[in-house]
């Protein structure tokens, strides 16, 4: 059960990681959803903290207004 469930995770995060990375090169409304919506889904399964998730969604906010 515990190598299960660290395959699954560890798969959540990855696609997290990219998820991120695509938001930071490019901050457009699309990307931010996705990313809004990977960070939150994260958060509810205890993949990451949650002041973690809106550090990093405020901090890519911030990169979109910029732009």
Not at 29 to 34: C, E, G, Q, V, W
Not at 40 to 61: M, T
Request: charged content about 35%.
């Amino acid at each position: 059960v515990d190598k299960r469930r660290t395959l699954s995770n560890l798969t959540a995060k990855g696609r997290l990681k990219t998820t991120i990375k695509e938001a930071r090169a490019n901050p457009s409304i699309d990307t931010l959803k996705s990313l809004y919506s990977a960070m939150d889904k994260a958060v509810k399964h205890h993949l990451v903290a949650k002041g973690h998730a809106s550090r990093l969604k405020s901090r890519i906010s911030k990169l979109s207004k910029k732009k």
